[in-house]
């Protein structure tokens, strides 16, 4: 079974339109780590959670993780072409070292 | 710094051949991790490696699949045969893992097509 669910699995919006993705574990989790994905590239790390109810901001990309720290979702404001991509969550639970888990991951496509 | 390099980036083979595929990790990082990704399974971890030795190679599917470390700087994944389910993309990513929170620095995959 996926370790993380994300939500929607695919988004296609208009130049300009605010979207969000979710990223969902049944587990606590000690951190969250958002990247993005081109096609034909490797995974580009975007931003980290660690702390209940942090939330960071990249440019248009804000990323929050709940309170209890198994939920975490990512806002693209005014979103543009150049946000287009496969956008996965990674979740360290803090039993291993090093290693993260991964949902499938969630396609957008943003046409002008 | 380069980043992770991955070689070769595309690869079609016929069943039954053997494939290897090539990563060099980032200079310094003590963590190297081998991750499949598949439409329906999305990003799954294969085999990890700290400072050369296999820690969890549990993700491995079969014996068909075996990865080496001989030395900090480089390391392979082998499929042998290659079966059509085995084409996907393949990605080497490494880290420098001090305490939970270090992130994985990922190279650019290797398209596998297993015909």
């Known amino acids: 079974s996926q370790e993380l669910e994300q939500s929607p699995q695919s988004l296609i919006v208009q130049e300009g339109k605010n979207l969000t993705i979710n990223c969902t574990s049944s587990?606590?989790?000690?951190?969250l780590y958002w990247y993005k994905q081109k096609y034909g590239e490797g995974l580009i790390f975007l931003m980290m959670?660690?702390?209940?109810?942090e939330e960071k901001s990249h440019e248009k990309i804000t990323a929050k993780l709940d309170e209890k720290k198994q939920q975490s979702s990512l806002h693209i404001t005014a979103s543009q072409p150049s946000h287009a991509g496969i956008y996965l969550c990674?979740?360290?639970?803090?039993?291993?070292?090093?290693?993260?888990?991964f949902g499938r991951g969630t396609q957008l496509t943003v046409w002008p | 710094d380069a980043g992770v390099i991955q070689s070769p980036r595309h690869e079609v083979t016929e069943m039954g051949q053997e494939v290897t595929l090539r990563c060099k990790p980032i200079s310094g990082h003590d963590y190297l991790f081998w991750y499949r990704q598949t439409m329906m399974r999305g990003l799954e971890l294969l085999i990890y490696f700290n400072n050369n030795v296999p820690i969890d190679d549990s993700g491995m599917p079969e014996d068909r699949f075996s990865a080496k470390m001989p030395n900090a700087s480089f390391s392979t994944l082998k499929i042998q045969p290659s079966e059509p389910r085995d084409s996907a993309v393949y990605f080497c990513?490494?880290?420098?893992?001090?305490?939970?929170?270090?992130?994985?620095?990922f190279g650019s995959g290797t398209q596998l097509s297993v015909l």
């Open positions: 990674g979740a360290d639970r803090g039993s291993t070292l090093g290693r993260l888990y």
């Open positions: 959670l660690q702390k209940g109810g």
């Open positions: 587990k606590t989790l000690y951190g």
């Open positions: 990513a490494s880290s420098l893992v001090r305490d939970f929170g270090e992130k994985l620095f």
